[in-house]
């Protein structure tokens, strides 16, 4: 056996051994014990949001505009409990917008409120007479007007959801057990409430979110920093302690696609890409140690270790499989044993021109790498121009198998160079398949 070749041999074991305790069911770390599937595998909906950035702020710029929107909705999916979410801003010559992907979510209609509402929560205090009765419009309803109160600063203000400290939450009240969404003032917004609830004692002060009344409760003492909101329901409550906590969107949200993906749908493509992979693996398998003989059977135990690693990292990383990224993977699999090929073949050569075994093997790996490497450097850069074409049309589908064809690829060129090698090092140090039959080539 090679000198050096034990230590390799036993890191390949070790490694290997690692991606089985990752990867078999009961034995992942770090909280991930299931394979990341996406929409196509999972179920869930696939939403895209324009974005009107005409009702900017004019002291804003249209990426930090966007910015905000994006990361506004990235907190208000992950506090709504979605698992794996994807949030991608797309900007092209048709305008700017916004991705939103939810794995397996089933109330989709409340995840779109949700992701789409302003959530602009402003105070108002009721129109009165000179009789203190209410003002009405000509509708029969009454009338509010938007609650304002001196800051600090001696300047008039208005009291919205922007002075909130991001805390809120639902509580229950001890009385009648009804929801409230409960809430605190900044050093600002609490210099305002005073102000207001001081001179709306026993008068309703409304609560508004995004122009619609949604409570309007009577003032009956002065408060200062912190005020509950009710007459809501549950839902409504949680909803809204979420988007008061990410904050009100800074423009207006538009669906323009929206997609539901059932998740049966989803497991019947899984099933079909598994049993594809299984037939395509086998039949690989079956040709490269009918033709190979000997090096074909080492290719296949490398493969093993390939698949491992792969499976090991999208695991860990974790990797958000869908459809096309499974194709990839298995595009990456063809790839590891065109390599080998390139390897088994140059054997089958110097082992016809008189070489030994372990002459051979060795002249056969350092022949190949340059074509090895310039195949997969080639596959490197096609990767990258579908991963960076992907999101920029915001089609993740195309990122999904760029991403997996690229870590099998570069997996592929470990297995490839180190673990082929090693393996066959191995054999040839204990004496297994000496004879040029053995790989393919027969006696002259």
Not at 247 to 257: A, H, K, Q
């Amino acid at each position: 056996m090679k000198r050096g070749n034990t230590p390799l041999l036993i890191f390949i074991l070790i490694l290997f051994g690692f991606c089985l305790w990752v990867i078999l069911p009961g034995s992942g770390i770090f909280g991930r014990d299931e394979f990341k599937l996406g929409l196509d595998l999972k179920g869930g909906s696939h939403l895209i949001y324009s974005i009107d950035l005409s009702k900017k702020d004019p002291a804003q710029t249209d990426a930090d505009v966007i910015e905000g929107v994006k990361s506004k909705i990235e907190r208000r999916v992950n506090a709504y409990g979605v698992t794996e979410p994807i949030v991608q801003t797309i900007r092209n010559e048709r305008g700017s917008f916004v991705l939103v992907q939810l794995p397996g979510v089933k109330d989709i209609d409340e995840a779109m409120k949700l992701i789409g509402q302003t959530a602009e929560l402003d105070f108002r205090e009721i129109v009165l007479d000179v009789d203190g009765k209410p003002v009405l419009d000509e509708e029969g309803r009454e009338q509010w007007v938007k609650a304002t109160a001196r800051g600090s600063d001696e300047q008039e203000r208005e009291l919205t959801g922007k002075y909130l400290k991001p805390n809120a939450q639902v509580d229950l009240t001890p009385q009648t057990n009804e929801p409230e969404v409960a809430f605190e003032w900044n050093s600002e917004g609490a210099i305002l409430f005073e102000q207001i609830t001081q001179r709306n004692l026993q008068k309703p002060l409304g609560i508004f979110l995004d122009d619609q009344l949604i409570s309007a409760p009577t003032v009956q003492a002065v408060i200062k920093e912190r005020g509950v909101i009710t007459g809501l329901n549950l839902d409504e409550a949680r909803t809204l302690a979420i988007q008061l906590n990410s904050g009100s969107l800074d423009v207006p949200l538009t669906v323009v696609e929206r997609r539901d993906i059932g998740a049966t749908l989803g497991e019947d493509s899984l099933r079909k890409s598994l049993m594809a992979g299984i037939i395509g693996a086998a039949m690989v398998v079956l040709f490269m140690i009918a033709y190979y003989r000997f090096s074909g059977f080492v290719t296949c135990l490398a493969l093993v270790v390939f698949v491992a690693l792969n499976l090991a990292i999208f695991k860990l990383l974790p990797v958000v499989l869908t459809l096309p990224g499974i194709a990839g993977f298995i595009v990456s699999i063809g790839m590891g044993v065109d390599g080998n090929v390139l390897v088994a073949e140059r054997l089958k050569e110097e082992l016809r021109r008189g070489r030994t075994l372990g002459a051979a093997i060795e002249e056969s790996f350092r022949q190949s790498w340059s074509a090895i490497f310039d195949a997969n450097v080639t596959v490197f850069i096609v990767c990258a121009v579908l991963y960076w074409l992907g999101n920029t049309f915001g089609n993740f589908l195309v990122v999904g198998f760029a991403t997996t064809l690229f870590i099998g690829t570069a997996l592929s060129m470990f297995t490839q160079v180190v673990v082929t090698r090693t393996f066959m090092r191995t054999f040839v140090g204990l004496g297994v398949a000496k004879s040029p039959a053995a790989y393919g080539v027969l006696r002259q």
